[in-house]
């Protein structure tokens, strides 16, 4: 698999990379998953996500990417009609942004320059890694690894 481009997260003001993808457990638990439109073979998930935490809480805040909706008048299975994704219809609200209550696990946010690099997903290393475990979309605990050992 090719290197994968990060979904951004917004911590204090600072925007990272964000080496893990939160909303993926949204679609496990509330099938089915939208049919996105890869890009590119850097961004196989279709779409890039833009996250915030504010108050100790996980938001989603911006999605990009097209979802293949069917085409009503197609016979044809594959053909479809590209729709943008935004928040309001993935989630069926008119926020601005969705706390993300169904996600549970560790962030990992890289920081400092780029000292190892592998061409697949979320594998080249950083100085340093933020890992951020979160519990049904509540911050729970913060550490900080040190890559460079």
């Known amino acids: 698999m090719t290197a994968q481009i990060a979904d951004s997260i917004d911590i204090d003001g600072e925007r990272l990379a964000l080496f893990a993808e939160p909303l993926e457990s949204y679609f496990d638990s509330h099938p089915p998953r939208p049919a996105f439109l890869p890009t590119n073979t850097a961004n196989w998930r279709g779409y890039v996500a833009s996250w915030r935490i504010h108050d100790n809480k996980l938001y989603i805040v911006a999605i990009k990417g ?4 069917p ?27 969705v706390f993300a209550h169904w996600f549970s696990g560790t962030l990992q946010v890289p920081k400092g320059a780029m000292i190892g690099y592998v061409h697949m997903g979320y594998e080249r290393r950083h100085e340093f890694d933020l890992l951020i475990t979160i519990e049904r979309g509540v911050v729970r605990a913060t550490t900080t690894r040190d890559n460079r050992r």
């Open 71 to 97: 085409s009503p008048a197609s016979s044809r299975d594959t053909q479809c009609t590209a729709q943008p994704a935004t928040l309001q219809s993935l989630f069926q609200t008119q926020e601005s942004e």
């Open 66 to 69: 097209r979802i293949c909706e």
